[in-house]
């Protein structure tokens, strides 16, 4: 079984910064992609970024230059470094692993940006 914990969600002000980071273990097969997904109350999830095992990124245009998403494959972990960050940008983020045509998804944490 494929678990995936998530962490370094929090509370931020407008303008700040936050890294986040999801270990995924277990029988991880390559290629794959791993991406960082969100939903905020009463939207539906939506893709934030996401990074292939060759290291082929996609971001989602609303994150485009503020959002990196980078991964260490030998430890299977994924990170989200997310910058000047807006109150738009509270969700609940979840990592997500897709391999073998499978998906698989971390509990998520909380991101919540106010002053």
């Known amino acids: 079984q494929v678990q995936l914990v998530e962490s370094g969600g929090g509370l931020v002000q407008p303008g700040g910064s936050l890294r986040l980071s999801c270990a995924a273990s277990g029988s991880i097969f390559s290629p794959n992609t791993m991406g960082w997904y969100r939903q905020a109350p009463g939207k539906q999830r939506e893709l934030v970024a996401t990074?292939?095992?060759?290291?082929?990124?996609n971001y989602a245009e609303s994150v485009k230059g503020l959002f990196t998403i980078s991964r260490d494959n030998a430890k299977n972990t994924v990170y989200l470094q997310m910058n000047r960050l807006r109150p738009e940008d509270t969700a609940v983020y979840y990592c997500?692993?897709?391999?073998?045509?499978?998906?698989?998804w971390g509990q998520g944490t909380q991101v919540t940006v106010s002053s």
């Open positions: 997500n692993l897709r391999v073998l045509r499978a998906d698989y």
């Open positions: 990074i292939t095992s060759g290291d082929r990124a």
